[in-house]
């Protein structure tokens, strides 16, 4: 075995795991450096396949049809203002022979069972790829600034990732050994942002003049807990922002100079459709990432990420349009057009999509309820439901029921703090047979609750395991949402599938969907859009938020369509990563509020799974990751 040095010296480009927090020490350059011991990779035969693993490694590089390959990730953080000026790596590699091809990276799978029987859920492998001699990955190394939330605090992100290459015609891999070198030479900032006066407010709603009144027992109840908080109305915010081009980005530069003036934490955006109608009364952005399923979808993570790094300023405002061809958040595989957000959330977005006056008051009595008088004997309950997201009768195999493995993880976070866990899987015989065992769960209240399955707006549920005859068994859906009984017993939800959280559905987009698909394209061909049930009145995470003494008190979920991947990789990236490192904020990060997991956990896709820039799918996932509620929401109440 041969043994390479790689030494990467100054390293500049414009561009969670355990982090590095540098504290304000000095004016001058500092020089940072850290040595990250690296063990012996584990080689495992997986039928044709190997499988290559390093135990430092926290996430795989996994493109469909290529090899997968373990990613060593360092973070760093840094504050706000810090210029980062040289950034060296010096690692050895050691070459080794290989007896078979490594095994190639999963399809990305819709969470959709009306697509999947349109599709195969079996990856196309990468032949140029494999027949090559060059070297996969191009480079072992990607660095990376950025600016966000990190452990609640606004930071300068730093993010290193080694990655091992492999030449595949010639079997050899090269693999980084016993020790990764980073020396880091940076300048902080004259004074850490945030150490101004800056105590004055800590959530900022907004929402329309109409609301406005109505809202404000909420700014009291806020207040009352310690959250300083404003209202503001979209109406003044589009008078006073003439500058920005449209209506949303009018809120973002809003967003932005709060952030610069009281370096506020939570938005709320109280607000969503008008009614049945295409008009919004606190507007969304519509991300344009063509998946060929979907040309868009709502992404309130435009709003929440503000700041992007700049090596002479440190930060400045992120547009979302990288390319400045004003098609905001663009991602096109070929032409070269995508757009690079910085991505990681600066400030905390929720958004409670209030479409009528008559919402507002039963929702500000549940938070109110919720923070006030929760108490363990039912929020040390959590409930998960699931089953197999994908077997063998929509293109997955025997043996790996991918809902059931990813709400497992959430049972392995929240058991040993000492939750009851509800574990409605289909796995189980009788624990759950359709949505009236779902509904009486949620009726003895709980704490937590994940669901992991397909869905669409209006509906939810998932596969008994191993299926092969196309059984599907519902779990919720809009209308059994009446049934819900748990008044002052309040989950917080995650809701895995499609569509789940699509809040921009109206029943007027049966038009709007005919003009832009067709008749065809809308209903007897792809993209099959009438079998998305865009066009109900409510979708389902709204109607859980919204239920009047029932539901839930806040809901994350998917404003498009979901992806995951099958088999033994259900929980390496995708829906099925995400979803459950909601819980682990809360159970293993100690984070107890809502917008703040929520944010983090966002922050820890693009961190440790990263290639968001690269990998539309990976984009997709935590752009349309939306929460609906309240950001500033304690976790188990006060």
């Known amino acids: 075995m041969k043994k390479i040095p790689i030494i990467i010296i100054g390293i500049l480009l414009i561009s969670s795991i355990a982090t590095i927090s540098i504290g304000i020490d000095a004016e001058e350059n500092l020089l940072k450096s850290t ?16 499988k290559v693993d390093i135990p430092e490694a926290e996430s795989l590089l996994q493109e469909e049809g290529k090899p997968i390959l373990p990613v060593i990730t360092k973070v760093f953080t840094y504050p706000m203002g810090t210029i980062i000026n040289d950034v060296d790596v010096d690692f050895n590699v050691v070459e080794k022979i290989l007896n078979k091809k490594i095994q190639p990276s999963p399809k990305p799978v819709p969470l959709s069972d009306d697509i999947l029987q349109y599709i195969s859920t079996e990856p196309i492998i990468d032949q140029h790829i494999y027949e090559s001699t060059d070297l996969y990955p191009s480079e072992p190394l990607i660095v990376s600034k950025n600016v966000g939330i990190m452990n609640g605090e606004n930071v300068m992100i730093l993010n290193v990732k080694v990655i091992p290459q492999y030449s595949p015609a010639n079997d050899i891999i090269y693999l980084p050994e016993d020790e990764i070198k980073i020396s880091v030479e940076y300048k902080l900032p004259d004074e850490t942002y945030g150490t101004q006066n800056y105590d004055d407010y800590k959530m900022v709603i907004i929402t329309v003049n109409e609301y406005k009144d109505k809202l404000q027992p909420l700014v009291t109840h806020k207040i009352n807990m310690g959250i300083n908080t404003m209202i503001k109305t979209a109406e003044d915010i ?29 938005v709320l955006l109280a607000g969503g459709r008008k009614g049945q109608t295409l008009d919004w009364h606190i507007p969304s952005r519509t991300v344009h990432n063509d998946d060929k399923w979907e040309a868009g979808y709502e992404s309130d993570l435009y709003f929440g990420d503000i700041y992007k790094y700049n090596n002479i300023t440190g930060y400045e405002f992120e547009d979302w349009d990288t390319n400045k061809n004003g098609v905001i958040g663009e991602y096109s595989q070929f032409s070269g057009k995508s757009d690079r957000p910085d991505y990681y959330p600066d400030v905390s977005i929720g958004r409670i999509p209030f479409r009528y006056t008559f919402e507002i008051q039963p929702m500000i009595d549940k938070i109110v309820e919720y923070e006030t008088l929760a108490d363990d004997s039912w929020f040390k309950k959590a409930i998960v439901v699931s089953g197999d997201t994908f077997p063998p009768s929509r293109g997955g195999a025997a043996g790996w029921p991918e809902g059931e493995m990813e709400t497992n993880v959430t049972v392995g976070l929240l058991e040993p703090l000492g939750f009851t866990m509800i574990k409605l899987w289909l796995s189980i015989p009788g624990a759950w047979t359709g949505p009236e065992d ?85 209903f007897f061909k792809a993209p099959f859009r009438f079998y998305y049930y865009e066009w109900v009145p409510r979708d389902m995470s709204s109607m859980l938020v919204l239920k009047k003494d029932g539901g839930a008190i806040a809901v994350m979920g998917n404003t498009g369509l979901g992806y995951g991947y099958t088999n033994e990789g259900a929980t390496t990236g995708l829906g099925g990563w995400i979803e ?11 984070i107890d509020i809502v917008g703040l997991a929520h944010s983090q956990t966002i922050a820890d896709y693009i961190s440790i799974i990263g290639n968001v820039h690269k990998d539309q799918i990976d984009r997709k996932t935590i752009e349309e990751f939306a929460l609906l509620g309240d950001p500033s929401l304690k976790i188990g109440g006060y």
């Open 580 to 590: 459950p490192r909601f819980f682990k904020q809360y159970a293993e990060f100690g």
């Open 438 to 522: 779902v509904t009486n769960a949620i009726n003895e209240g709980a704490g937590f609750m994940h669901f992991a399955g397909h869905s669409n707006p209006a509906s939810w549920g998932n596969h008994p395991p191993d299926d092969e005859d196309h059984v599907f068994v519902d779990g919720t859906s809009i209308s059994e949402m009446k049934n819900y009984d748990n008044n002052g017993k309040y989950p917080i939800v995650v809701l895995g599938g499609c569509h789940s959280t699509q809040f921009n559905v109206t029943m007027m987009n049966i038009l709007a969907g005919i003009k832009e698909y067709g008749i065809q394209g809308y």
């Open 35 to 50: 040595t990250l011991s690296i063990s012996k990779p584990m080689i495992t035969e997986i039928d044709e396949y190997i």
């Open 238 to 266: 589009y008078s006073e922002y003439p500058a920005g081009r449209d209506e949303a980005e009018k809120i973002k530069l809003f967003i932005y100079d709060m952030k610069e003036t009281y370096n506020i934490s939570y």
